[in-house]
């Protein structure tokens, strides 16, 4: 089993084209914050500057491109932030509707910057650490691109389709932003210093085979000896083993997959309480919503009841 796709399709993966742009000097726009998402924005002309809600301030130019994975509020700008106006009064001031290109003042075109924007949201409440471990932003300069060669691909043809007049076009562009999460996130965990023990885990032979178990079978009565036993190792080194690289015990990384694929179960299915209870690996209802309100503070019923 992918478990990295199995990790994104439970949590929802979802790709938002925002816009493409045509700024002229001066102009500056707020992003709010939004916990659910991660943003990107692509210089593919000019030059933008970001400055992120905690204070640091980025410069990038064309072929750079920041990817903001807390969604944290930002500011884009070309030499002044202070005045911002937000993203929401923005738009419906210069009445943009969501197609083509969204246009600031009326400069040289040469000057202008351009640049493609969007994003990517999570189910509500969903969670793993592979997402909370991620740095709260990145910056991939054009020379990054270069030595990655399929993140590159991707990239290329994203602004190719983003610029294209062919009709449809905006399902392909979403489709690609998603494949580019993916293959950013993949370079996160090999660069990301906190997410070595993640990326660890997944390579390791034999918890990485007992995480694949846990995927593909997550309803399984699976306890700690019958993991071990699957796996090749003693009980205990394999508890330690995995805490070691996860920072959790294996029944609580079960209990915690098995929240996240109830959540998208009580999201995306028609299935009864009893029914995702023993999807879930609960002997009753009961046991599966007392879990589930421990978890997430709110009983499986109320939370399809929001999610409606």
């Known amino acids: ?18 816009f493409r ?3 002229s000097k001066p102009w500056s726009v707020k992003v709010p914050e939004h916990k659910q998402a991660a943003r990107f924005h692509m210089v593919v002309q000019g030059q933008l500057n970001v400055r992120i809600d905690n204070g640091e301030e980025h410069s990038l130019t064309a072929g750079d491109m920041i990817l903001i994975t807390g ?5 884009l700008y070309d030499t002044d932030y202070e005045k911002a106006p937000k993203l929401e009064t923005l738009l419906e001031d210069v009445g943009y509707d969501g197609n083509g290109v969204l246009v600031l003042g009326d400069g040289d075109e040469m000057a202008k910057t351009k640049l493609v924007c969007g994003h990517f ?17 990145q910056i991939i300069t054009e020379s990054e691109r270069a030595s990655n060669t399929m993140l590159d691909d991707i990239i290329k043809l994203l602004i190719r389709q983003v610029y294209s007049k062919k009709l449809a076009i905006e399902a392909s562009v979403i489709r690609l932003s998603e494949v580019m999460f993916i293959e950013l996130l993949r370079m996160n965990i090999d660069k990301a210093e906190n997410l070595k023990g993640v990326l660890a885990a997944y390579r390791d032979n034999q918890i ?5 178990l846990i995927h593909a079978s997550p309803s399984f009565p699976w306890s700690v000896d019958r993991l071990a ?15 070691e690289l996860l920072d959790m015990g294996p029944m609580t990384y079960l209990s915690e997959w098995r929240m996240q694929k109830a959540l998208a179960r009580l999201h995306d299915s028609n299935h009864s309480i009893q029914e995702i209870a023993k999807l879930s690996g609960y002997r009753s209802p009961a046991a599966f919503t007392r879990a589930f309100k421990d ?8 939370y399809r009841q929001t999610m409606t």
């Open 208 to 212: 990485g085979r007992s995480l694949g």
């Open 71 to 75: 969604g944290a509020s930002h500011v």
């Open 229 to 243: 036993s699957e796996v090749g190792m003693s009980r205990s080194r394999f508890a330690k083993r995995f805490r």
């Open 1 to 18: 089993m992918d478990i990295l796709s199995d990790i994104l399709d439970t949590l929802n993966l979802k790709g938002v084209f925002y």
């Open 21 to 23: 742009t045509d700024f």
């Open 121 to 137: 949201t999570f189910r509500t409440a969903a969670d793993y650490p592979l997402l909370s471990e991620l740095p709260k932003y």
């Open 295 to 302: 978890r997430f503070e709110v009983s499986p019923s109320k």
